[in-house]
Every structure is written in structure tokens, then in C-alpha cells.
């Protein structure tokens, strides 16, 4: 989640309940869960730009390939 959002009441009401969720799993506690959270949306970016990264290669070459 980004620090930017972290502010915002719905997106605390939103962790909030998520942690909740995650501690009804069997978690210790909430901040554990909230940090699992974190971490959660962390390797989703991470991934988005992973991929977005493929794609920018990726289309790089077919344009280079086209004019060259």
C-alpha cells in the first residue's frame, strides 16, 4: 500500500478489516497481519513492474526490428 494512501479512512478501514481477516486465519496478532498486508502489496507491485517491464522490452525490440 502506498504511503501516500495509508491516510485515507476507507483504505485504514479496508486494512483494518484485512488484518482482522487474516488474524481469524490464525495469525498472532494484527500488526503481523497488517505487515503481511504490506507485504502483500509490495509483491504485487513488484510484479506489475516486472511485467510492465517485459512488455517495454518487449516492444522495444519488435520497433527496432521494424526499422532496422
Known amino acids: 500500500m502506498p504511503r501516500s494512501l495509508e491516510g485515507v479512512p476507507y483504505v485504514k478501514y479496508i486494512l483494518l478489516l484485512r488484518a482482522v481477516e487474516r488474524k481469524a486465519k490464525g495469525h498472532v496478532n494484527v500488526a503481523d497481519a497488517e505487515a503481511n498486508e504490506q507485504r502483500d502489496y ?13 512488455i517495454q522490452w518487449a516492444l ?5 526490428a521494424k526499422y532496422t
Not at 60 to 64: D, E, H, K, S
Open 42 to 54: 509490495l509483491v504485487q507491485f513488484a510484479c506489475i513492474f516486472v511485467l510492465c517491464s517485459c
Open 60 to 64: 522495444a525490440n519488435c520497433i527496432c
